[in-house]
C-alpha cells in the first residue's frame, strides 16, 4: 500500500481498498469531496492532474464514477471510485473547481448516466440533443427510445445548477450562459476549419471573444455502449475509427489492456512492430497537422508538401498492414501480420528523406512572417491551466507541462529507446506548432534506433480462440499523436467487457477553447483551433 | 435526336465500367419522352460543362474526410477531372460529398444543407456508415443509411474508400450526370397513370429478354 492510499484512510477510515484487477480506492460519496480536496492540496503530492472520470452503471449498487488521478511531479497514480445508491435520483459532488477539466467530464458522465453533480454550473447534456429522453449508457436503457427526430434543434441559453441547501435539501437554480445582450455568433457544424463536426457558439464583442461554448455530440456514435455487445478482438475494430490520425495507437492501447487482464504476453518482435508503426503514425499524423494548420491559415502550398511526404507514410503502411487511413493491424496477442520484406528498407529511406525536406517546410511556413505574426504571443496557455484542463499532449508541452507517457509510463520499447520530450514554456500558438515539428525528428530517431534491431520471432502469439477476462477493472495508456489515450475495461468475466471507456483525447482541448480564446480576436480563433489539433470523432465517440 | 446511348467521359473507356445496365436503363427511359433537336444539342452541350465542373460541398464528418483530402493532393490530384473546387456554402455547390457517419443530432443539419442547395444537386454517400450505418449500425444515435433522409446518386463504399474508389463514383456521377435532361426535363409534367404502367410492363419485358441473352 503506498502512501496517498495510507494518506487517504487515515481522512477516511471507512474507505475501502479494491485489489481486483488495479487498486481502486472506494470512498463514500459523504467524505469523498474532502478526500478529493486533501489530494489535490497535498503538500508532497499533490494530485493536480485528473486523468479522468469515467461514470458508471453498477446495476444494483448503483450509480458511480471513477476518477483517475495522477501527481504531475511523480507522476503517481490513483484512482477514486465512489456511488450513489440512488438510481433515480443520483447526486454526486462536483469536483470542477478542484480540476478545471470537471467541469467537462462531468456533463459528460450526466448525459450518459443521469448522474447530477452537486455545484457544477453546467448540467446540461453534452453530446445528446436537449431533448434526448433517457442515458444511452445505463443498463437499462432502452435502444429503441429515441427515434430519429429530424426537427431542428433549439439550444438553450441557460443551465441547470444543482447545489444543496444549509438545511439539506437539493435544489436548482438557472444559469445563463447567453444573456441578451450577448452577440453570438455560430461557427460549425459545417465549417471547413474545425476539423469536422465541431460546434462553437461564440460570443463576440466587436472582435473579441467573450465566451465560447462548444456543443458536441453531431458525430457521437456510442461506440462505448456498442463494444458492451462485441467480444474483446470485435471491439478493436471500433479504436480505429474514434481518431482517425492515431489509428495505431488507440488500438495499441486496448491491445495492451487485454494483454495485460489475461495475462497475454506479447513477444519482443510484436513490440518492435508496434512501437514502429506508432511512431509512423504519429509523424503521419503531424505532418498532417502542418498541413491543415497552413490551410486553415489560408497557405495552400504547405498542404501539398505536407501530403505529400505523408502518402509516403501510407504507401509504407499499406504493403504491411493492407489499410490506407484504418489499418486494423494491432491484434490480441502481437500483430495482424508480419512485416513487408520491403518495410525496413523503405522505412529508412523515407526518414533520410524527411530529414532533407523538413527544412522546406520550416522555409516556407515557419519563417513566414503572416505565419509567425499570426502564431507568436497569440493565444496563450498557461501551465497551470493546462493541467488544470488536462490538456495532455502537444498542447500541454507547449505550456511547459512534461506529461509524455511514453516517457513516464513507458509501454513497449519506449523504456528502451533513446529520445527528447519536446517542451516549450511559451504556452503561445507557435509553441504548439513547433513542439509538432520537432516531435516528427523525435519519432525519426525512435525509429531509426529500432528499424534494424526488429529481433526474430513470432510476429503473434497463439491465443485462446475465446478471450474472457478475468473480473476486475483494468487500465492502460498511451501516448496517441494528441495526447494521453486512455482506456478502461471493466469486465465481470465475460467475452465482451461490463464496460468499455476511452479517454477522449481532444474533448479537454475543446474544453480549453474558451480559456484560451477569451479575451482575443476572432479572427485568431480558427488559427488556436488549428494548433490545439483536435480531431473531433475522438471527442464524440 | 434522342439522348446518346453510351455515355462516354474523357476520364474512362465505356467498357471498363462495371455497371453499365443502371445507366442504359436510364437513357432508354429518357428516350421514351424524345427529345427537341435544338433542345436536345443545348442540353448535350450543357451537360458536357456540369459534369466537369462539379462543385463539392465540403461536408466530412469522419474519416472518410481524410481521404477526400488526401484526394485533393497531389498524388492523386482530382483536378484532373474537374472536380477539385470545393465549397463551404451549400448554394455554390452542385453536390454534397457525405464523407463519414451521420448521427441523429446530424441529421436535421444534413438535411438543412441539401435543402439549401440549389437544383440540379447530386448526392454522393461515402463510406460505409453514410451507406448503411456501416459498423455503428446497431448504435442508438447513427442513421443506418442517408438515403433515409436524402435521395443518394451514388454510393462509394469502404471503409475509408480508397482514393480510386472515389474516382470511380464520381465517374459514375458524371456520367449520370451527362444522360440528365437539363432543359426541359425538369419541370416537365408528371405523366399519366396508365403511361407509367407501360413504361414499367416495357422494363420488365426488356429485363426479361436481357436474361435470354444472357
Known amino acids: 500500500m503506498n502512501r496517498i492510499t495510507e494518506k487517504i484512510l487515515t481522512i477516511v477510515p471507512e474507505a475501502v481498498v479494491g485489489t481486483n484487477g488495479e487498486e481502486i480506492v472506494a470512498i463514500p460519496k459523504e467524505s469523498f469531496r474532502k478526500v478529493a480536496e486533501a489530494l489535490r492540496y497535498d503538500t508532497e503530492e499533490p494530485m493536480d492532474f485528473l486523468r479522468d472520470i469515467v461514470g458508471m452503471d453498477w446495476g444494483e449498487e448503483g450509480l458511480g464514477t471513477l476518477y483517475y488521478l495522477e501527481c504531475t511531479s ?20 462536483s469536483v470542477c473547481n478542484l480540476w478545471k477539466t470537471a467541469e467537462i467530464k462531468e456533463r459528460e458522465v450526466y448525459d450518459f448516466f ?16 436537449e431533448d434526448w429522453k433517457g442515458y444511452p449508457l445505463r443498463k437499462d436503457y432502452d435502444m429503441n427510445s429515441n427515434p430519429l427526430n429530424m426537427e431542428n434543434e433549439i439550444n438553450a441559453d441557460d443551465t441547470d445548477e444543482y447545489f444543496l441547501n444549509p438545511d439539506g435539501k437539493i435544489e436548482g437554480r438557472k444559469n445563463i450562459v447567453f444573456g441578451k445582450e450577448d452577440f453570438v455568433v455560430n461557427i460549425g457544424p459545417q465549417h471547413p476549419s474545425t476539423h469536422g463536426v465541431l460546434r462553437m457558439r461564440t460570443s463576440v464583442e466587436g472582435e473579441d471573444i467573450r465566451r465560447i461554448d462548444p456543443i458536441l455530440g453531431y458525430i457521437h456514435r456510442g461506440i462505448e455502449k456498442l463494444s458492451e455487445s462485441l467480444t474483446y478482438p470485435q471491439t478493436l475494430a471500433m479504436t480505429d475509427r474514434l481518431d482517425y490520425l492515431s489509428a495505431h495507437q488507440n488500438r495499441h492501447a486496448l491491445c495492451m489492456c487485454i494483454e495485460k ?14 512501437t514502429i508503426m506508432d511512431e509512423l503514425q504519429r509523424i503521419d499524423s503531424h505532418l498532417l497537422f502542418y498541413s491543415c494548420l497552413a490551410m486553415d491559415m489560408g497557405a495552400l502550398t504547405p498542404f501539398f508538401y ?24 494491432n491484434m490480441i496477442g502481437g500483430v495482424q501480420a508480419d512485416i513487408h520484406p520491403t518495410f525496413v528498407q523503405k522505412t529508412k529511406e523515407f526518414i533520410i528523406h524527411l530529414r532533407k525536406v523538413i527544412k522546406d517546410y520550416h522555409d516556407i511556413f515557419t519563417g513566414s512572417v503572416i505565419a509567425r505574426n499570426r502564431l507568436i504571443g497569440v493565444g496563450v496557455l498557461s501551465r497551470e491551466d493546462a493541467i488544470s484542463l488536462g490538456t495532455t499532449g502537444g498542447t500541454g508541452r507547449a505550456s511547459g507541462w512534461s506529461n509524455d507517457v511514453r516517457k513516464h509510463h513507458p509501454y513497449a520499447m519506449y523504456g528502451k529507446v533513446d529520445f527528447k520530450e519536446i517542451t516549450y514554456t ?74 468499455l471507456h ?12 474558451d480559456t484560451i480564446c477569451r479575451g482575443g480576436k476572432i479572427a485568431d480563433l480558427i488559427a488556436i483551433g488549428g494548433t490545439l489539433d483536435f480531431v473531433i470523432p475522438d471527442i464524440d465517440r | 435526336m434522342e439522348v446518346k446511348k453510351r455515355t462516354s467521359i474523357m476520364s474512362m473507356k465505356y467498357e471498363e465500367f462495371k455497371n453499365n445496365d443502371y445507366l442504359e436503363e436510364m437513357v432508354r427511359q429518357l428516350n421514351m419522352d424524345g427529345a427537341g433537336i435544338i433542345l436536345g444539342t443545348l442540353d448535350e452541350l450543357i451537360n458536357w460543362g456540369r459534369s466537369n465542373s462539379l462543385w463539392s460541398l465540403t461536408f466530412g464528418t ?15 490530384d482530382m483536378a484532373r477531372f474537374g472536380f477539385e473546387v470545393t465549397r463551404n456554402s451549400p448554394r455554390q455547390a452542385d453536390m454534397i460529398m457525405v464523407l463519414g457517419t451521420i448521427t441523429y443530432r446530424m441529421a436535421p443539419v444534413l438535411k438543412r444543407l441539401y435543402d439549401q442547395m440549389a437544383e440540379p444537386k447530386y448526392v454522393v454517400a461515402v463510406g460505409g456508415c453514410t451507406i448503411s450505418g456501416g459498423p455503428f449500425i446497431k448504435s442508438y444515435h447513427v442513421v443506418n443509411g442517408i ?37 426541359g426535363g425538369i419541370n416537365r409534367k408528371e405523366r399519366k397513370p396508365e403511361e407509367t404502367e407501360y413504361v414499367e410492363n416495357t422494363s420488365a419485358e426488356n429485363k426479361s429478354e436481357n436474361g435470354r441473352h444472357e
Open chain 2, 147 to 183: 438515403d433515409k433522409i436524402i435521395p443518394v446518386d451514388v454510393y462509394i463504399p469502404g471503409c475509408p474508400p480508397r482514393p480510386e474508389a472515389f474516382y470511380y463514383g464520381m465517374m459514375q456521377l458524371q456520367r449520370k450526370v451527362k444522360v440528365q435532361k437539363f432543359l
Open chain 2, 62 to 76: 469522419s474519416c472518410c474526410a481524410i481521404e477526400f483530402m488526401a484526394l485533393g493532393a497531389a498524388r492523386y
Open chain 1, 426 to 499: 511559451e504556452g503561445d500558438s507557435f509553441a504548439r506548432y513547433m513542439v509538432r515539428m520537432d516531435e516528427i525528428m523525435e519519432s525519426c530517431r525512435i525509429i531509426e534506433q529500432l528499424i534494424d534491431n526488429i529481433p526474430e520471432g513470432e510476429y503473434r502469439v497463439k491465443t485462446k480462440p475465446v478471450i474472457k477476462l478475468p473480473e476486475g477493472i483494468f487500465t492502460s495508456s498511451v501516448e496517441t499523436s494528441r495526447g494521453e489515450f486512455d482506456v478502461m475495461i471493466e469486465s465481470r468475466g465475460d467475452k465482451s467487457p461490463y464496460r
Open chain 1, 502 to 513: 476511452y479517454r477522449s483525447t481532444g474533448l479537454p482541448l475543446v474544453h480549453a477553447m
Open chain 1, 74 to 93: 511523480t507522476y503517481n497514480r490513483i484512482t477514486l471510485k465512489t456511488v450513489d445508491h440512488d438510481r433515480e435520483n443520483a447526486f454526486l459532488p
Open chain 1, 114 to 129: 443521469g448522474i447530477k453533480f452537486l455545484n457544477n454550473p453546467d448540467m446540461r447534456r453534452i453530446f445528446l440533443r
Open chain 1, 306 to 329: 505536407g501530403f505529400r511526404e505523408r502518402e509516403m507514410i501510407l504507401d509504407i503502411m499499406e504493403e504491411t498492414t493492407g489499410g490506407r487511413l484504418i489499418q486494423n493491424y
Open chain 1, 261 to 274: 487482464a489475461a495475462g497475454i504476453e506479447i513477444s519482443e518482435r510484436a513490440q518492435y512492430i508496434r
